[in-house]
């Protein structure tokens, strides 16, 4: 759990500090952006490496090696004496991203069966709370202290964890098969793919749609993927075992995945923007930085909630019909939100409600794609499984930004009609994962393990 937190922290607790970095190190706002877009990509492409590391050498030996490379990142972005080793920091950081999957390996790997659901969605809760409580915690820093460089003084806290985690965390017993080799060329095409692809989804606003960095990136980095699924099709030891992704409901459960992240981390680009936009704009809550990302506490709150429910709630009925549950309340809090905006208390129920709900859906996700995978691939599978969340956050956030600066007032701020679409195009997105795991629910489990408790 506190390696989880420490990488979902550091993924949010730099954006409010941006604006306070850029002047610090005397560079322009594009370049500054890419201390968030190194740690974003990085953290991407490690998430399911570093989970196929773990099936197949120890989860527990894995992850010691991730935090320590998350802190030697973080030492070199607060000591940096200009923007480029600090973007180089935090792209070592991004490699935090890997704890994610190995945390999930290590529950399924050395936990008795009866505590593996509810164990699973503690984790899953830790993301959602870690990356709300970033937001806050950095307007805090940026706000009432004198060193804004403690966003990334923090990040040495995973050394104490690390040495923590070979102290309590016992070996696996699994037998993890014969071959205990990687697929190098199959993880630099899935590297260098995936790289280009987020490139294009994150820089989309600052190249511009049809610049032709953009459409160079755009192009060639989902072609690469194609080649790198055509290629691990034919190995014997693939990195990533496209038959298992395959099946029907690990399928079904990364394409709710994907819609989920869409919809979801489009609050982190649209609530603090309309809450710190000022009331002359006629839609904005008028809020200081600090206090609009206090907005997204009890949404926080809620899904830590919501995560411990959804294990009560899936041994009875069922993680799938938790799933649904889940995006069903996403989806009626952002048809909500598109009406009930104006001032900050509707605002913050309803973001609890939504909290409630990606609490919900994240846990049930989780133990269903670790139901629905063998012992010796759980890393792999959450891996991917957090890693197409992570590219629909991307492309959710990037959307949204896209849609508020099609409408602009005078004064350069997005109109309130163009927070009226962000929020409908939310709606429309949480509600056809709301179809896609009524999809679910009907299918069997085919081909998979013995389901975990209560799955």
């Not at 952006?33 to 989970?51: D, E, N, Q």
């Not at 480029?84 to 999930?104: E, Y």
């Not at 809450?275 to 907005?295: E, M």
């Not at 099609?406 to 409908?424: E, I, K, M, Q, R």
Request: proline residues 5%; aromatic residues 6%.
């Amino acid at each position: 759990m506190a390696a989880t937190a420490a990488y979902a922290l550091s993924q949010t607790l730099v954006i409010p500090a941006l604006v306070t970095l850029t002047a610090e190190t005397g560079t322009d706002p594009a370049t500054a952006s890419w201390l968030i877009t190194a740690f974003l990509i990085s953290s991407a492409v490690a998430t399911p490496i570093a989970g196929r590391l773990g099936d197949l050498y120890g989860a527990r030996r894995v992850l010691v090696v991730v935090l320590v490379l998350f802190a030697a990142g973080a030492l070199l972005a607060a000591t940096a004496q200009s923007i480029g080793p600090m973007i180089a920091g935090r792209a070592i950081a991004g490699v935090s991203g890997g704890a994610f999957p190995l945390a999930f390996a290590i529950v399924r790997g050395v936990l008795p069966s009866s505590l593996v659901p509810k164990s699973l969605a503690t984790l899953s809760a830790v993301f959602g709370l870690g990356g709300a409580i970033g937001l806050p915690l950095s307007g805090l820093i940026v706000d009432y202290t004198s060193d804004v460089r403690l966003v990334f003084w923090i990040g040495l806290l995973a050394l104490p964890i690390a040495a923590a985690v070979l102290v309590v965390v016992p070996r696996a017993t699994v037998d993890r098969g014969a071959s205990r080799s990687i697929d190098w060329l199959g993880s630099l095409l899935f590297a260098g793919g995936l790289a280009v692809t987020l490139l294009a989804i994150t820089q989309s606003q600052n190249w511009g749609w049809g610049s032709a960095p953009f459409l160079l990136c755009a192009v060639a980095g989902p072609l690469v993927l194609v080649g790198f699924v055509a290629y691990e099709r034919r190995q014997p030891n693939p990195l990533v075992d496209i038959a298992l992704l395959s099946r029907r409901p690990m399928l079904m459960t990364n394409v709710v995945t994907v819609l989920i992240g869409l919809s979801t981390f489009a609050c982190f680009v649209l609530v603090p923007a309309l809450a710190s936009a000022p009331r002359s704009t006629g839609y904005g809550l008028g809020l200081s930085v600090s206090v609009a990302g206090l907005l997204l506490v009890p949404h926080s709150l809620a899904s830590v909630v919501g995560s411990q429910l959804a294990g009560h709630i899936g041994a009875r009925r069922g993680y799938r019909v938790v799933l649904t549950l889940g995006v069903a309340m996403i989806t009626i809090s952002f048809a909500a939100m598109t009406f009930a905006r104006h001032d900050w208390l509707p605002v913050m129920l309803l973001l609890t409600i939504l909290g409630f709900g990606v609490g919900l859906s994240i846990a049930a996700l989780t133990n269903i794609v670790v139901a629905e995978s063998p012992e010796s691939h759980v890393g792999i599978a959450t891996g991917i499984n957090a890693l197409v969340r992570n590219v629909g956050a991307a492309t959710g956030a990037a959307f949204s930004a896209l849609v508020l600066s099609l409408s602009l007032l005078p004064s350069g701020l997005p109109t309130d009609g163009a927070y009226t679409v962000a929020f409908v195009s939310s709606t429309l997105i949480a509600g056809a994962a709301v179809a896609v795991s009524l999809v679910l629910h009907r299918l069997r489990s085919d081909g998979g393990p013995a389901p975990v408790v209560g799955t």
